[in-house]
């Protein structure tokens, strides 16, 4: 159980949980995400969402998600003192261990998948490497965390309407980017499956680009089998791995997004 310290709207749908207790203590990567357990008696499959900042001091963690049907309405009911039953920390998160100060990293995010890139950006600027961030968001409305972003490294924003930064989705930013000029040395992305191949074909034989899926879960914890996706140099089409247990993260080039 974790107790609620505080909720906040930051955008329409958009909301910011921070939850305290003993469970922070095993939050360790950036990437990882928690099975969260609603009240409502007739909702039994517990919710995945992704740790958004991690604060071991204060023992507290955030999390950023958007409300999509009952769970997520559910959970934006709670108030501070409110408890939540809480699985987790689960699955294999981005990896930072071989990041130096001579790094310079590309973090790419979109939509709901930008709030992991938090924790993970505030975890590779700690160790003294240059990040570029590129953001996409359907509109102005719906961005969040821009200044908090940007008090960690650059930020380049496109929204598909063009209401704010870049018009398009964060490929036309790319493309303007990544050039002869600037090669990133690691590449992290989260958002949609379709920003994710962009990312995939882009990155594909990057040695270190990483990519966080998502997939309908159950169990959560690799035993159901629900979360499976497929390796991609598997000619048989048979071996498969888990986004709960083997993921959420994985390197370009290894499953079909
Ligand atoms: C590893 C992981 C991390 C995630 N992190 C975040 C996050 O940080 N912020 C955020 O807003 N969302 C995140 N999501 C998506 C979030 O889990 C779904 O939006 C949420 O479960 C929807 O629940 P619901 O009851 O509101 O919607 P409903 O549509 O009523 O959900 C019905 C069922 O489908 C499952 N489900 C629905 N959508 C998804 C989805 N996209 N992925 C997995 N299961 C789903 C639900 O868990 C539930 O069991 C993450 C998903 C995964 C897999
Ligand atoms: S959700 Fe059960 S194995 Fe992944």
Known sequence: MM??????????????????????NEMKEPGQFLHIRVKRQDLLLRRPISLADINPQEKTCTLIYRVEGQGTLDMSELKSGDLLDVM??????FPVADITPADH????????????????????????????????????????????????????????????GTKGHVGTILDQLVTKDFQPTAVYACGASGMLRRID?????????????????????????????????DETKTKSKRVCKDGPVFQTGEVVI
Not at 8 to 18: D, Q
Not at 124 to 149: C, D, M, P, Q, R
């Open 3 to 24: 107790t609620v310290v505080s909720q906040k709207l930051l955008a329409p749908k958009i909301y910011e949980l921070v939850l305290q207790g003993e469970l922070v």
């Open 88 to 93: 987790g920390p689960l699955g294999h998160g």
């Open 105 to 164: 990293v590309l973090i790419v995010g979109g939509g709901i998948g930008v709030p992991p890139l938090y924790a993970l950006s505030k975890a590779i600027t700690a160790k003294g490497a240059n990040v570029h961030h590129v953001l996409g968001f359907a509109s102005k409305e719906v961005i969040f965390y821009e200044e908090a972003f940007k008090a960690l490294g650059e930020v380049s924003i496109s929204t598909d309407d063009g209401s704010y």
């Open 201 to 233: 074909q882009q990155f594909h034989d990057h040695p270190r680009a990483y990519m966080s899926l998502e997939e309908r879960m159950a169990c959560g914890t690799g035993a159901c089998y629900a979360c499976v996706c497929h390796l991609q140099q």
